[in-house]
DNA sequence: CCTATATTGATAATCATTTTCATGTGGAGG
DNA sequence: CCTCCACATGAAAATGATTATCAATATAGG
């Protein structure tokens, strides 16, 4: 989490952008977010605490968040965009239940060294990847 | 080719539907498609030819087309859904370069199989999945 | 051929996201 | 501390993709 401040703090400093307080509160509740939050999501639950702060700051500084790489973008089909918090370190990935729509995160370093490799054939420097698995979970399938 | 008429026929009669001469237009202008297909420029294309066809019934079909199983629905985050015709037996991924949006397609069984593998391991069946590889493509990088 | 019902095309409506713009604020330099 | 100005903010309007509405039309079964 700390890295998560720090990150963000010199990616301001880099690109000439300010330190404000709309950005501390932001990145304050984005990063003690577990779950994968979509704009409105983090929007309706900060209004509660600090109703000045606009719907339009929140989309602008998630998207920030996500171009210094400090969140992540995903998309599961339900016309929302969701961020997570990007852990560098260990890298999940998603499988996702189509019945009870739940979701499960796992890591897989082999598959990560492989999709490496793939893209190095292709002449590609990737900046990041998405791998969702889709079917029945545990539960559902029975 | 030939089965996606057959599944789309079934499909239809399984819910009372209509076989009509715009989705027979549509079909066959999907199916023959290669590339990654947005509405519009399925509309687009459609439209040269047979003018009459409308925006909503390019829309509508396409979707009849995903829940059948003979297209696949992808997001790769330029806001707007694209479809492929869905040839199971050789299942591919992408690389997508974010700066001029082009998409190389590409195959990779130990994935497959290292995917797989997880599902099980937590007790998944799959039935689909998605991987998408972000970054600069070779041209865009230099 | 008739009829009930699904489908179509045009258009309006909706939803997420982005832009606009007047006003406010952070922070570098005095 | 002040001042200044570029950047940021919030509210509202604008945009772009997608979906719903509805009157007119076409399909499939009898």
Known sequence: MEEGFEKFRQYLCEKGLKSTRQRKIILKAFLKSTSHLSTEDLYLSLRKKYPGIGYATVYRTLKLFAECGIAEEQNFGDGQTRFEPSHQENHHDHLVCTACHSII??????????QEEVAANHGFTTTHH????YGLCHKCSS
Chains 1, 2 share one sequence.
């Open 105 to 114: 995160e796992f890591e897989n370093p082999q598959i990560e060294k492989l």
């Open 130 to 133: 998405r791998l969702e698995l």
